[in-house]
């Protein structure tokens, strides 16, 4: 079936510094899935961060990106310069449309400390 | 922006018990959406809600687990009976559609301790 994996629990970046959050995924359907960056924020209920759902394009918001990349399966989140307020929990995700199912399907989450 | 709310934030009930979990989502959405995390792992899928309807499960919607909105008041998810093994966190999602460009909007999730 599809998955997406996140290999790293917990990242610590100091602010002003540039991170870089790895994913990869693995997709069932012949066509391309569409992917996903969630965040979640202290307190507070998942929020989508930014979406691509065509192979070789970027998505971006708040300063993050990341590259739909179908030949390495990857899906990595990147920011030039972070900030004290970016600490959160990063969750990539997928939903694969041609298999008739809408559901999402996240990696594990990587939480993110930005040192002041 | 958009919110889906959930009530309670947490919970705490006796193994066999039954237990509702409420979400309020945003007003003109039309699919609703149930997912699990076990502490410590990935939130995972239960189920989708159109139109009176489950649309999609998953393995781990148990014939425990039901969901229902009746007259476009909460969207609930109920546990009859509990096991040991239904503590998580509970997280409702609510979208417009279905299509590529429907955003899932996320609440808060309810904490449910079953002892």
């Known amino acids: 079936g599809d998955s997406v994996t996140q290999t790293e629990g917990q990242v610590t970046v100091s602010e002003s510094k540039s991170l870089i959050i790895n994913c990869t995924y693995s997709?069932?359907?012949?066509?391309?899935?569409?992917l996903f960056w969630y965040v979640r924020y202290p307190g507070e209920g998942l929020q989508l961060l930014l979406k691509v759902i065509t192979a070789g394009q970027k998505g971006s918001s708040r300063g993050f990106e990341a590259t739909y990349n179908k030949e390495t399966t990857s899906f990595h989140l990147q920011k030039a310069s972070v900030q004290e307020s970016d600490s959160a929990v990063y969750y990539c995700?997928?939903?694969?449309?041609?298999?008739?199912?809408?559901?999402?399907?996240f990696g594990s989450g990587t939480q993110l400390t930005v040192m002041p | 922006g958009p919110k889906v709310l959930q009530i309670p934030s947490h919970q705490i009930i006796d193994m066999g018990q039954m237990v509702t979990l409420n979400c309020d989502p945003v007003?003109?959405?039309?699919?609703f959406y149930w997912y699990k995390q076990i502490l410590g792992q990935q939130m995972e899928f239960l189920v989708n809600?159109?139109?009176?309807?489950?649309?999609?499960k998953s393995k781990l919607f148990k014939d425990q687990f039901s969901v229902e909105r009746p007259d476009g008041s909460y969207f609930t998810l109920k546990i009859q009976p509990t096991a040991l093994e239904d503590s998580a966190v509970y997280f409702c999602?609510?979208?417009?559609?279905?299509?590529?460009?429907?955003?899932?909007?996320f609440g808060p999730g309810t904490r449910l301790t079953v002892l």
């Open positions: 995700a997928l939903s694969d449309p041609p298999s008739g199912s809408w559901q999402l399907i």
């Open positions: 997709a069932t359907s012949i066509a391309y899935p569409n």
């Open positions: 809600f159109y139109n009176g309807k489950v649309m999609e």
């Open positions: 007003s003109n959405h039309l699919y």
């Open positions: 999602a609510s979208s417009l559609g279905t299509g590529s460009y429907a955003e899932q909007f």
